[in-house]
T-cell receptor, first 114, second 116 residues
Framework: RKEVEQDPGPFNVPEGATVAFNCTYS??????FFWYRQDCRKEPKLLMS???SGNEDGRFTAQLNRASQYISLLIRDSKLSDSATYLCVVNDLSSGAGSYQLTFGKGTKLSVIP | EAGVTQFPSHSVIEKGQTVTLRCDPI?????LYWYRRVMGKEIKFLLH????????ESGMPNNRFLAERTGGTYSTLKVQPAELEDSGVYFC??????????????FGPGTRLTVL
């Protein structure tokens, strides 16, 4: 069973559309949750952290449901510049190791079309 | 402020050869991580340094991989001898230590390794 599972897409949406990505994780003891963005042949960059209370940053809204082990990202009013791969990432404090290793999903590719 | 840098950006070697990747973290970041993305797979953790000490090397695939961080500044990851399945993109990340845990991990641009 994959530790972090995402729909790989691709999601092809017109400019201005609203798009939602979902992610599930297998480790119920996971402590921190993030969405990273990765442009083609570039490094991953933190988009936003995800909290149980839900959080919003401009056009982006992230939600966490710990009971269902489910994370979501909503992008409103999509821009061409939003085209990228969105990575669902979980941070597990490795037992006994004190290491904040990140566990990545394979990513969901988004293409925003003019 | 300079970000995480990695060298080389690309490396093409033959099976059986040795390759050494270098990572320079953001100045002042005690935590340094190595990750790898093999084609078609997700990015996977390899190991974690806190200063010069290996905190967690549970992700290292086998003993052909050796990571060092002498002096607690830059780090090297050596693959010897390289195998075909080692091909992929190797990312380095660094973060600050905080009293409440760990800060954001900032990633370098990666080294694309191709083993022929």
């Amino acid at each position: 069973r994959k530790e972090v599972e995402q729909d790989p897409g691709p999601f092809n949406v017109p400019e201005g559309a609203t798009v939602a990505f979902n992610c599930t994780y297998s480790n119920s003891a996971s402590q921190s949750f993030f969405w990273y963005r990765q442009d083609c042949r570039k490094e991953p960059k933190l988009l936003m952290s995800v909290y149980s209370s839900g959080n919003e940053d401009g056009r982006f809204t992230a939600q966490l449901n710990r009971a269902s082990q489910y994370i979501s990202l909503l992008i409103r009013d999509s821009k061409l510049s939003d085209s990228a791969t969105y990575l669902c990432v979980v941070n597990d404090l490795s037992s006994g190791a004190g290491s904040y290793q990140l566990t990545f999903g394979k990513g969901t590719k988004l293409s925003v079309i003019p | 402020e300079a970000g995480v840098t990695q060298f080389p950006s690309h490396s093409v070697i033959e099976k059986g050869q040795t390759v050494t990747l270098r990572c320079d973290p953001i100045s002042g970041h005690d935590n340094l991580y190595w990750y790898r993305r093999v084609m078609g797979k997700e990015i996977k953790f390899l190991l974690h340094f806190v200063k010069e000490s290996k905190q967690d090397e549970s992700g290292m695939p086998n003993n052909r991989f050796l990571a060092e961080r002498t002096g607690g500044t830059y780090s090297t990851l050596k693959v010897q001898p390289a195998e075909l399945e080692d091909s992929g993109v190797y990312f380095c990340a660094s973060s600050q230590a905080r009293a409440s845990g760990e800060g954001e991990q900032f990633f370098g641009p990666g080294t694309r390794l191709t083993v022929l």
